[in-house]
């Protein structure tokens, strides 16, 4: 620490290596997370304890069960601590200002994974001001660490990321937006997004993913024709309609979003798919049971994988740090 630092109180400048958007790393970083998000999956207990002697904040202001479930236990078994704040702990209740959240807990802390309906904008504000490596675990914009999980469940179960076509339908939530950020950074991936009109990907996600999955030789294209499932795709993705902490100004959305809802039927269009959902699943809106618990779904293997993702994440964000 600076001598200035030692009278001032704040904390000291540090490089903070978080994961805040999936935009930000480069294709050879999330290759690498999702190969090391497998390796885990296979030996969870190939890793050194990399956070040993770490205190890692763990801040949710909304719900969560396998996020926050497998960052807590992520960063105990790789050799952590975890100190949990839920939605009504931190002064920022009271009116005190992010800015000085951070600085408190930049002193006090190593890192912090946050979920929160607030803004990107507000984690890399945390993150600038705290001087410490920032996991987002979701905001309003995109889920990254889902998306990491969501690559890591494709290259599992197929062996490879280049040239994979999947088929995500339903709203482009935060989910969809790391699914396409993720993607787009491989060799002749083809994601197509089927969302009900008006619910579709930010036109900016969409117009930076369809580039730079062009730049690799792949496609992010959208189309709101429940009609127009590709038969070739090797996954079909949902979510759930009701996105944690949002809610939709048309009264009569679920009937917008019916033609959406993927049963037997739908998933018979394609013949070859795996079914992924990041669940929670509100079977009977977006899914059926039958689908979600059937042969060809591998949700559950994509649950257990928010762990092992989760593991590698948190092995980036403090990689070289003393």
Request: proline content about 5%; aromatic content about 6%.
């Amino acid at each position: 620490m600076s001598m200035t630092d030692a009278f001032t109180g704040l904390p000291p400048r540090r490089a903070a290596c978080g994961v805040l958007s999936l935009a930000d790393l480069t294709p050879d970083v999330l290759g690498a997370l999702a190969r090391r998000s497998v390796d885990l999956y296979r030996d969870p207990a190939a890793h050194h304890e990399p956070l040993r002697g770490r205190l890692v904040g763990v801040v949710f202001t909304r719900t969560s069960t396998r996020t926050r479930t497998a960052f807590t236990a992520g960063i105990e078994r790789l050799g952590g601590r975890a100190i949990g704040y839920g939605p009504g702990d931190l002064q920022t209740n009271t009116g005190e200002s992010l800015a000085h959240t951070a600085r408190t807990l930049g002193l006090m802390l190593d890192g912090v994974v946050i979920r929160t309906a607030g803004s990107l904008a507000d984690m890399r504000l945390l993150s600038a001001e705290s001087g410490l490596p920032v996991i987002n675990a979701m905001a309003a914009e995109e889920h990254p660490t889902q998306g990491i999980c969501d690559l890591a469940t494709i290259l599992l179960h197929r062996g490879s990321l280049d040239r994979v076509e999947v088929l995500y339908v339903g709203e482009g939530n935060n989910t969809a937006t790391a699914l396409a950020q993720g993607l787009s950074n491989f060799a002749g991936t083809r994601l197509h997004l089927l969302t009900p009109a008006g619910f579709g990907l930010p036109e900016d996600v969409l117009r930076a993913t369809a580039a730079r999955a062009a730049g690799h030789g792949g496609s992010v294209t959208q189309t709101h024709d429940a009609a127009s499932v590709p038969d070739s795709v090797e996954f079909v993705y949902t979510t759930r309609w009701q996105t944690t902490g949002t809610s939709k100004p048309n009264p009569d959305w679920r009937e917008v979003f019916r033609p959406f809802h993927v049963d037997e039927t739908f998933l018979a269009r394609t013949p070859k798919a795996l079914f992924l959902h990041d669940l929670p699943a509100h079977c009977g809106e977006e899914v059926t049971g039958a689908v979600l618990d059937g042969t060809r779904s591998i949700a559950w293997s994509q649950a257990r994988m928010k762990l092992y993702s989760a593991m590698a994440v948190l092995e980036h964000a403090f990689a070289g740090r003393d």
